[in-house]
């Protein structure tokens, strides 16, 4: 069966495209602000993209039917002070995946959730969390990311 669509990292030139999916991800699972409030939402986030993704300090990848962005997730590299079971006190939190609704349950959550493994392991980096839609909670735990039934947040060690 031939892809529908294809993945690349997202650059500086994605900004909206990147915005755009987090506001219409933030709108499926919270009250939308006022027009005032989502401006500033808006600038905010566009200047947090533009300065983490200059420093690496965060990446994202997008996918991508013939004609549109259909789907991001994101991954934020941050760091703790050191302690025992983590010596450098890197994490990686995962966060912005998203998938517009037409575009569900065909893998690309998937694929995307793996090209974010494969950079976490290129750098290094043993512990991820993320914060788990209930939609989203039996991709996460088939790679076994693990978290209380009541909680949104989810852990993998690797």
Do not use: C
């Not at 990686?92 to 998937?110: D, F, S, V």
């Amino acid at each position: 069966m031939m892809l529908m669509y294809s993945l690349r990292r997202a650059n500086l030139n994605d900004l909206g495209k990147l915005i755009d999916l987090r506001v219409e991800f933030l709108k499926e699972h919270q009250n939308p602000p006022t027009v005032m409030e989502m401006e500033r939402f808006i600038k905010t986030l566009k200047d947090y993209f533009l300065d983490k993704m200059k420093s690496n300090d965060f990446i994202a990848w997008l996918a991508e039917s013939k004609y549109d962005v259909i789907a991001t997730s994101g991954l934020i590299f941050l760091q703790k002070p050191p302690h025992f079971i983590n010596l450098t006190g890197k994490f990686a939190y995962i966060m912005n995946m998203y998938t517009k609704p037409e575009w569900r349950r065909k893998g690309i959550g998937l694929a995307l959730l793996e090209k974010l493994l494969e950079e976490i392991m290129k750098r290094g980096i043993k512990s991820v969390t993320l914060h788990a839609t209930p939609a989203g909670r039996p991709l996460y735990e088939k790679f076994g990311f693990r978290g209380n039934n009541g909680d949104k947040e989810m852990k993998l060690t690797l």
